[in-house]
């Protein structure tokens, strides 16, 4: 079972285990505690572009239960080079702490592709900070 990083303490849980913020619905908390913590120190800011982009998406995006788990499982095949361009793209070795993390975000614009190969059933459109 892969496990998800709290948004907050990135404590790592298993997704089932975690909490998802009540107005956005897309990040994920390990406790209340933590999930009050995001708020004030940024979660507050950038909550409502989540919300926007939520509604933005294909319909059916987030309520079709194959879809999602088709887009978990790509992106639990993808997300350690994920994390590498976030790292570069948010320049983190060069900007030590938590702050840039707070006050920037990596936006990546993904399409389905309907192939039937898990690793190609989505495909990255574009990125930006």
């Not at 009540?22 to 009050?36: A, D, F, N, P, T």
């Not at 409502?48 to 499982?73: A, Y």
Request: with cysteine; aromatic share 6%; charged share 30%.
């Amino acid at each position: 079972m892969p496990l998800w990083p709290c948004a907050n303490c990135h404590k790592e849980l298993e997704k089932k285990d975690l909490k998802r913020c009540g107005q956005c619905g897309i990040v994920l908390y390990c406790s209340r505690e933590c999930q009050k913590e995001a708020w004030k120190t940024g979660h507050k800011r950038t909550c409502q572009s989540h919300v926007i982009n939520k509604n933005t998406m294909d319909p059916g995006t987030m309520e079709n239960p194959r879809r999602e788990k088709l887009l978990s499982n790509w992106l639990n095949i993808w997300r350690g080079l994920f994390e590498g361009f976030t790292m570069r793209a948010l320049d983190l070795a060069n900007h030590k702490g938590e702050e840039r993390t707070k006050t920037h975000c990596f936006v990546m614009t993904i399409q389905e592709t309907h192939s039937p190969d898990v690793a190609r059933a989505f495909r990255l459109r574009g990125a930006m900070v």
